[in-house]
Each structure stands twice: as structure tokens, then as C-alpha cells.
């Protein structure tokens, strides 16, 4: 297969920063946000992210 189509297996160091950041997100928001609500909150802390 193409290796530039292929899904890293282990996360970086920053990914897992985000994926913690997300995850604290929604359970202060009781998994209520969506992942537009999720995008700017993060853009708040001064992460810049796409909901993809």
C-alpha cells in the first residue's frame, strides 16, 4: 500500500496532549459538546486544531 495513506500506530507526544486536552473537554461538558463547542474551547486554550 501507499505508505503516505497508512495510520500512524503510536502517537506522538503532542497528539496524546490533545487527545488528554479533548477528553478533560468533554467531561467537563457531560460529553455534550460537539466537536465544533470542542474546537473553540481548545482554540481558547491557544490550541489551534480542525475537527478532523
Given at each position: 500500500?501507499?505508505?503516505r495513506c497508512r495510520k500512524r500506530r503510536?502517537?506522538?507526544?503532542?497528539?496524546m496532549v490533545?487527545?488528554?486536552r479533548v477528553n478533560d473537554?468533554?467531561?467537563q461538558s457531560?460529553?455534550?459538546a460537539g466537536s465544533r463547542?470542542?474546537?473553540l474551547m481548545m482554540k481558547e486554550y491557544g490550541m489551534?486544531?480542525?475537527r478532523f
Open positions: 500500500g501507499n505508505p503510536y502517537p506522538n507526544a503532542e497528539r490533545l487527545r488528554s473537554l468533554l467531561t457531560r460529553s455534550d463547542s470542542i474546537m489551534q486544531i480542525g
